[in-house]
């Protein structure tokens, strides 16, 4: 079934009688290659060590240079952009393998803000686009920003952040002269920082990339919608990667002549954190799928995507992190690690009021009510 | 990868509008109020509209009594059924022993009983749990002694839902109580209307009823024993497997986590659509609705979503999410309605037509049905997520589980 060819699901409670559905999450032979490749990547190169590592600035520099070689930018661009014409269920299964180890780069941020430069159609737009496929700069979205100031969750590392100011779709750029962008420490060690818009403003350190109006509206919503996709998608592979961490622990570690994970106590809680996990992803399939197909569709899924995924990654970082026992909250564990940054991908993925009114809202809607 | 409507051919759509005839004349909204009121899990005049075309079995060729069907319509056929809202619980124990009759039973008595089921004359229930014994199913101690060449049957059966209705029951029974506990077991199909056989009914919280089975000197010729003597347990297992919602398909169109798991998602789906109906329609004290009290929308989006992840979970961890979910939301709303959503369907002023009060109700039983939820735990536990076995004096060799 090719893009807009025909009806897509909706919700099974608005589902009619007489509609029938495929229900298939097969991958493709070059889907799996793909995450195989990606799962052994990162296993070489971002041991937890690097994670540690990197823990101050947020951002593995060495490790974003191979992904850049990895074409990870250019991987989700339309061939028309020089780009492979990745489709979204690819880029997800990539972001899953990214965030099994707490890649400390911005995957999701710089992968959906390049497909949104290669929308724009502007000299200025092609320009960056290009820096941000060679791993020159990285460019960053921080949606709308009528303040004076926007708390950006990669701010620090970013070159180039887009905002819609205005009605017009814009590029604030970082300048050396100008103290504009300033490094925040946080929970979950992401290169956060604050960007000062107005002094950049000031300093005429910005790009118009063309669209404005509607299809500036239009752009910058598809872009949020595809960031959350893909930080949902990490939080997948972060919620997987703690509970192997978890279930390895459980299955070694030893309490009144038994493994610790034949208690039922133990393992059905570590069941509960699977659960959601094998929930999320099949989700996360499904919603990137709907992503590719109808995007308008799609943002009650990512809604519903978003929600699941920030459950099921703080779940499973702090089932596993309890199992641990005394040995979960020291420094030196690995499982600490996952657990500061579950709730920190969780905060950049939708607000759970917000999201869940805005889910019945749409049903309601479909359903003919206000 | 797909996920999208299927246009359905021109033949495709001429047998969906047969099977939704079939449901209007055969399903009729009293029937469904009876069921409700009663809980028989099993519409007999349907049954057998359903096995007049083939349907009871529709992916067996039409020699055996089936239709022949594609996965496609075979899909359609399905979703149909449970859309509207089908009575399933013999369907259900009758297919699951059919096919421990197809695997294990003799030539003999399988020419003797499945054109019967085929054409939906014939319906069997399950023997397994008993008053003493339901997850530890291999601790049966209903006692078959083989005298010359039939086996007498002595003891009870619980939660043996439609054996009123069907013509047998597939009992396991201890048959060599000397031996190891899982190797003293067989498995005989018992005609319910033999001397000795008395079938009391149970009534549930849900609304459904089930049954208790005395055996008293119940004489089956060792023709009905299915499998070999002290086998019953292998005899079972694949039943069981299957009952978890194990079976593989390929067809890319079933849902990915079984039949009951089906079944308790339509449940959510009712409960979802009933709860924004009333949410959308119900003013609260400052005159606005409901549904736009942040408080109720982000319980009533809780349920959306939560109906979606179900629908996304595969296997055994889908009914375990299902049920739990299930029972969470069915507490919660009841409560947000208030006491107007506990007047039953029927009652004068009932609030949507008493959704609230039923779900309620029976949402308790989908945790332990099919297994528990705890019981699944430990099956998910030890095969999908590979954490170790319990400690030897616990150990539960294989998935025990109940239908009830």
Same mark, same amino acid.
């Given at each position: ?59 593995? @520099? ?20 020089? $780009? ?47 820096? +941000? ?9 921080? $949606? ?227 | ?73 075979r899909h359609i056929l399905a979703t ?24 294990? +039973? ?100 849900? $609304? ?32 069981l497997d299957a009952e978890h919602g ?5 067809s890319e169109l079933q849902e990915i ?54 629908? @996304? ?53 989908? +945790?332990?049905?099919? $297994? ?5 735990? @430990? ?26």
């Amino acid at each position: 079934m090719s893009a807009g060819s025909g009806p897509v699901v909706v919700h099974p409670i608005l589902e009619h009688e007489m509609s029938f559905t495929r229900n298939s999450y097969a991958l493709e032979a070059t889907q799996l290659e793909l995450r195989d490749v990606f799962h052994d990547f990162f296993g070489k190169h971002c041991p937890p060590e690097r994670v540690r590592a990197a823990e101050a600035t947020g951002f593995d @520099n060495e490790l974003w240079r191979r992904l850049i070689g990895l074409e990870v930018i250019s991987m989700g661009l339309p061939e028309s952009a020089g $780009g492979a014409g990745a489709c979204l269920v690819d880029l997800v299964i990539v972001g899953e393998q990214c965030g099994r180890v707490l890649a400390p780069v911005p995957f999701a941020e710089a992968v959906s803000t390049a497909r949104l430069l290669s929308r724009c159609r502007s000299a200025a737009a092609d320009s960056w686009l290009a820096s +941000a496929v060679g791993g020159t700069r990285i460019v960053v979205q921080a $949606g709308d920003s009528a303040g004076s100031t926007v708390l950006v969750a990669a701010g620090a590392v970013a070159d180039g952040v887009v905002t819609c100011h205005d009605g017009h779709l814009v590029l604030m750029q970082r300048a050396l002269h100008v103290d504009a962008v300033r490094p925040r420490a946080n929970q979950a060690s992401l290169p956060m920082a604050v960007w000062d818009l107005d002094a950049l403003r000031a300093a005429e350190c910005s790009a118009e990339l063309g669209p404005d109006g509607d299809r500036a509206r239009t752009l910058v919503a598809d872009a949020q919608r595809e960031r959350r996709l893909l930080t949902a998608a990490t939080l997948v592979g972060l919620a997987a990667g703690a509970l192997e961490i978890g279930v390895a622990f459980a299955s070694g570690r030893e309490a009144f002549g038994v493994p610790i994970g034949a208690f039922q106590a133990i393992s059905h809680s570590l069941v509960d954190a699977a659960i959601a996990v094998e929930g999320a992803r099949h989700l996360l399939w499904k919603t990137a799928w709907m992503c590719d197909h109808d995007p308008q569709a799609a943002q009650l899924w990512v809604l519903m995507l978003s929600r699941q995924t920030a459950h099921a990654a703080t779940l499973a970082a702090a089932t596993s992190l309890h199992v641990h026992g005394g040995a979960g909250v020291v420094m030196e564990s690995d499982i600490q690690l996952f657990f500061r940054r579950a709730a920190g991908w969780a905060t950049l993925c939708g607000d759970p009021v917000a999201d869940l009114r805005e889910i019945t809202a749409k049903v309601l809607a479909a359903m003919g009510r206000p | 990868m797909d996920f999208g409507v299927i246009e359905l051919s021109r033949g495709e759509q001429l047998f969906a509008e047969n099977v939704t005839s079939l449901l209007d004349e055969h399903l009729t909204d009293e029937d469904l109020a009876l069921e409700r009121r009663r809980g028989e899990g099993h519409n007999i005049r349907l049954h057998r509209a359903m096995g007049e075309r083939g349907w009871v079995m529709p992916h067996w060729e039409p020699e055996q009594g089936g239709a022949g069907l594609d996965p496609m319509r075979r899909h359609i056929l399905a979703t149909l059924l449970r859309r509207r809202g089908a009575p399933w619980a013999s369907r259900s124990t009758t297919t699951q022993a059919t096919q421990v009759l197809e695997r294990w +039973a003799s030539e003999e008595l399988k020419q003797n009983v499945l054109p019967g089921v085929a054409a939906g004359q014939v319906c069997i229930a399950l023997g397994y749990t008993e008053p003493g014994c339901g997850s530890d199913l291999a601790a049966a101690t209903t006692r078959l002694t083989l005298d010359g060449e039939d086996w007498v049957v002595n003891g009870s059966k619980m939660f043996t839902t439609g054996a009123h209705h069907c013509q047998y029951c597939l009992l396991l029974g201890r048959s060599d109580p000397g031996a190891p506990k899982h190797r003293g077991l067989t498995v005989v199909l018992v005609p319910l209307d033999l001397p000795g056989v008395e079938i009391r009914p149970i009534h549930t919280l849900g $609304g459904e009823r089930t049954n208790v089975v005395f055996f008293s000197g119940v004489r089956v010729s060792a023709r009905y024993q299915v499998g070999p003597r002290t086998e019953g347990w292998s005899v079972l297992a694949s039943a069981l497997d299957a009952e978890h919602g194990e079976t593989p398909d390929d067809s890319e169109l079933q849902e990915i986590n079984g039949e009951l798991a089906s079944m308790y998602v339509e449940a959510l789906i009712r409960l979802a659509r009933a709860a924004l109906s009333w949410a959308g329609s119900t003013s609260g004290p400052d005159g606005r609705p409901l549904a736009e009290d942040s408080a109720v929308a982000v319980r009533l989006g809780q349920l959306v979503l939560d109906i979606e992840t179900c629908r @996304n979970t595969p296997g055994s961890m889908g009914k375990i999410l299902a049920a739990d979910v299930l029972i969470r939301h069915a507490a919660d709303f009841l409560e947000l309605v208030g006491h107007a959503g506990l007047m039953p369907e029927g009652e004068p002023g009932a609030v949507q037509t008493g959704i609230f009060e039923w779900t309620h109700r029976y949402a308790q039983g989908t +945790a332990i049905y099919g $297994g528990t939820t705890e019981i699944l735990r @430990n099956v998910v536990a030890t095969r999908v997520v590979g954490l170790p076995r319990p400690p030897a004096h616990h150990t539960v060799r294989s998935s025990a589980t109940v239908t009830g």
